[in-house]
């Protein structure tokens, strides 16, 4: 049995042991034995997270210094119920995969580096999408919420009152985020800082906009239910002409995507089915020097249709 598949078994043992991890329920251990006297002991996922938990809480430290989110807040605006330590395994899981199979087929060239950094990039990506996903529905949802929550002050209910009665009509992921402010404003919080929280699990611009308004209101006073009225209005009207612009330019991004990724793709099918009639462009350096200016090219390209085809409303 050659060394690649003995350390692939290896891995591929890593890999099923710590998914039997993450679906291993927690122990309730908060109380410890009094008759050993001692710290009570950690449970098998625990002890399985613990290095990866590490790993997380260095990129958090990371992120916080250059001002960017979390890996919690990446994974909380995606809606992904996973800890940080087992994203981190995950995508650990993924790189190790990845890069095996890269040996195993192509052996020590630039293909299983490759391979590595794009399947180590992929959880991230899925969670981006995640991300723009439920922004779109969020998004989507939010003129007929500050309808609700003007009829609701217009009724005569207190700020949080209207808030917490708009929540128990709204739907997901809105009803979800109002909820958590709820319960932020319940165990003390002021209500422009549970709003403000949300701002920033949620990341839309739109109710950026809202919570600033009820802030400034909550300082120099006014009829907030005609504001929230006319910016419900604005809101409508931003949400209408972005679908009529996504319409309009539906065919230039998904020329643009298929232009871009369409070289890429022939190149991966090639390299994996005839590896010999590639592999000139990954051992002359004319080759290499093309590869650099191709891929430059398509970077350029695709940047300047997607400059053009997104438009700021």
């Given at each position: 049995m050659s060394p690649v598949l003995i350390i692939s078994a290896i891995a591929a043992v890593g890999v099923l042991l710590a998914c039997t991890a993450i679906a291993l329920p927690v122990a309730h251990r908060n109380t410890p034995d009094p008759f050993?006297?001692?710290?009570?002991?950690?449970s098998l996922r625990d002890r399985i997270n613990k290095p990866f938990q590490a790993l997380a809480d260095r990129s958090n430290r990371r992120r916080r210094l250059n001002g960017?989110?979390?890996?919690?807040?990446?994974?909380?605006?995606?809606?992904?119920?996973?800890?940080?330590?087992?994203?981190?395994?995950?995508?650990?899981?993924?790189?190790?995969?990845a890069v095996l199979l890269g040996l195993w087929r192509f052996g020590f060239a630039p293909q299983f580096v490759i391979a590595g950094v794009g399947a180590y990039l992929l959880p991230m990506r899925y969670v981006k999408f995640r991300q723009g996903r439920r922004l779109k529905a969020f998004n989507g949802r939010l003129p007929d919420t500050l309808s609700l929550l003007s009829n609701a002050l217009k009724a005569g209910l207190s700020l949080p009152q209207a808030v917490e009665a708009?929540?128990?009509?709204?739907s997901p992921p809105v009803s979800d985020e109002l909820n958590r402010a709820i319960r932020e404003m319940n165990l003390g919080s002021p209500t422009p800082q549970a709003m403000a929280n949300m701002v920033r699990r949620v990341g839309s611009e739109d109710l950026d906009l809202i919570v600033t308004a009820?802030?400034?209101?909550?300082?120099?006073?006014?009829?907030?239910?005609?504001?929230?009225?006319?910016?419900?209005h604005t809101i409508r009207q931003r949400v209408q002409m972005k679908a009529q612009i996504s319409a309009m330019t539906a065919q230039m991004r998904a020329?643009?995507?298929?232009?871009?990724?369409?070289?890429?793709?022939?190149?991966?099918?090639?390299?994996?089915?005839?590896?010999?009639?590639?592999?000139?462009?990954f051992d002359e350096p004319l080759g290499r020097v093309m590869l650099v200016l191709v891929g430059i090219s398509i970077f350029?390209?695709?940047?300047?249709?997607?400059?053009?085809?997104?438009?700021?409303?």
């Open positions: 050993r006297g001692g710290a009570p002991d950690a960017g989110l979390t890996l919690a807040e990446h994974l909380g605006r995606a809606d992904i119920k996973l800890r940080t330590s087992e994203f981190v395994m995950i995508q650990l899981g993924f790189l190790v995969v708009v929540a128990r009509n709204a009820i802030s400034i209101q909550s300082t120099v006073g006014g009829n907030l239910a005609r504001i929230l009225d006319g910016i419900s020329s643009g995507w298929i232009i871009t990724l369409l070289p890429f793709a022939v190149a991966g099918i090639l390299d994996v089915i005839t590896p010999s009639y590639f592999r000139i462009m350029i390209g695709n940047l300047f249709i997607r400059r053009i085809t997104s438009l700021r409303v």
